[in-house]
């Protein structure tokens, strides 16, 4: 894999850690991070020896607190639809992505990084963590899906509040919303992200893939969740891993998936 200058790679046991690698500016989310960030996710879909995926902040501070504002300055409104488009095609890769990818949030979720947080299927935050959609304060509003993702994790009555107010909630308030998954101490953040990635490894690869895109055809316009959900279900029947699978139920062994 090719060096970054906006992110950090380390891929070990088939996870492929991202780490927002601008320290100095509290990791926040330029152009050039967007665009390396969407050439590591063509990596993550088409590199096998990639399983899953955590993506974090560089330090203790912040995941990534907000968009780059000064790039946002003076900018035109043809110049804001190009924006906005290029962060939605990266974070509906995230979101879309057929291998597991978990947010670990240390430090400052604001802006576009909350959105960021919020494009990943599972979000483990460090006691430390703040998350935040303060676009309001600056005249605009989420550009990178926020809008839609914050409803989707929270509901329709609070994500306004939080739109609308700008105001900034703590990691445990964020775990009561159902925004993040679990709070822990900032030490065993990334242990404890690579733990549960290590035990969805042992699970069949290509029924985890399913999953994702059932649980997202729920919130697609046009899209009978259920109806996906029995097609998906009816490919799994015809893998190699289902034989297996069920197989090892029968013998009382641990199944060995090979993604087939």
């Known amino acids: ?34 665009g390396e960030l969407n050439e590591v996710l063509d990596e993550v879909y088409n590199n096998a020896e990639i399983k ?20 946002f300055s003076g900018l035109t409104k043809e110049q804001g639809v190009v924006l906005a488009k290029n962060g939605h095609q990266v974070f509906n890769k995230i979101e879309l992505s057929p291998k597991p990818i978990i947010a670990a949030v240390n430090g400052f979720a604001l ?13 483990i935050a460090s006691e430390n963590a703040k998350f935040g959609q303060p ?36 990691a ?14 900032t030490v065993e953040l990334l242990e404890t992200c690579r733990a549960m990635l290590l035990k969805i ?7 985890i893939s399913k999953v ?22 009816s490919d799994c029947v015809a893998t190699e891993d289902f034989k297996e699978g069920t197989e090892a139920f029968l013998d009382k062994r641990k199944a060995v998936f090979q993604g087939k």
């Open 1 to 34: 894999m090719k060096n970054f200058e906006t992110l950090l790679t380390e891929l070990s046991d088939g996870i492929l850690t991202i780490t927002i690698n601008r320290e100095n500016k509290l990791n926040a989310l330029n152009k050039q991070l967007i």
């Open 52 to 71: 899953s995926c955590i993506v974090t902040g560089k330090g203790n501070k912040a995941f990534a607190a907000g968009a780059d504002i000064a790039e």
């Open 111 to 123: 802006g576009g990084g909350c959105e960021l947080a919020m494009a990943c299927h599972i979000r």
């Open 135 to 170: 676009e309001v304060n600056l005249g605009i509003i989420p550009g990178y899906g926020g809008t839609q993702r914050l409803v989707q994790l929270v509901g329709k009555g609070k994500a306004m509040e939080l739109l609308m107010t700008a105001d900034t909630i703590d």
């Open 172 to 185: 445990v308030c964020a775990k009561k919303l159902g925004l993040v998954n679990e709070v822990v101490q």
């Open 201 to 207: 490894k042992t699970k069949a690869p290509y029924a």
């Open 212 to 233: 994702i895109e059932c649980v997202h055809a729920h919130f697609k316009d046009g899209i009978d969740g259920f109806d996906t959900e029995i097609d998906r279900f």
